[in-house]
């Protein structure tokens, strides 16, 4: 008897796949963080990761699980000095725009801190949501307000909600669920809140043939189309989309729905 295949469905719109791919890259590493040790050489296999475009809504998609740890990706080992200035500036503008200095601003998947440390110069006041227990340990040591926790799903509440603005930087893209992702972050702010929120730009990748970018780890693949669509559908009016970092980084500043 011949097994019922499970179609895969689309992240953002739920519907099914088509069973082509657009880009397939075969005996690719697992995963880009916790590599195997000497010990697990013998038993360690690559794998293959095949890339989708969804017929529907457009947004392409890596196709099978995601990683184990997607709720604790690392974000990056560090912070050069030109991204910090880039960030402080963006920050601050970005701050005075909304009229958030005071006001209380929440960023999703804090990991370490790293970025809470330019908000708070903004003048705002600056708690983190973040799920990695190390993460976690390192921000609260170095002074932030940090909350344990992940959005899963669309009626998720955080603690001290709701807020008056929202930043995440680069960690959309590691969601199996994105649009339930964010309908989660906007049940958690006030009608009209402020976010700024980015994703790697997928033209850019394609133009530039960055296919190191190309892992497991990254379940969406946002073009400026596909991410306005998805903020859009998910209760949040998009003010301002641009490509920043020399267009490797899609950024859009957006306010919750009324």
Known sequence: MMENKKTELCRMCKMPLLDESIISFKNMPKSAQHFPDEHDLDYERGEDITIKECRFCGLVQAAGEPVSYYRDVIRATGVSDSMREYRKNQ???????????????IEIGCGSGEYMDMMELSGVDVCGLEHGE???????SVGHDVISGFVEAEDYEISGAPYDGFY????LEHIPNPRSFLMGIALNLKDGAAGLIEVPNFDMMIDKALYSEFIQDHLSYFTAKSFETILKISGFEVIKLTKIWRDYILSAEIKKRS
């Open 91 to 105: 920050y601050r503008e970005w701050v005075l725009k909304y009229g958030l200095k005071n006001k209380r601003v």
């Open 134 to 140: 190390e993460n976690i340990a390192a921000a609260k």
């Open 168 to 171: 995440c930087m680069n960690f």
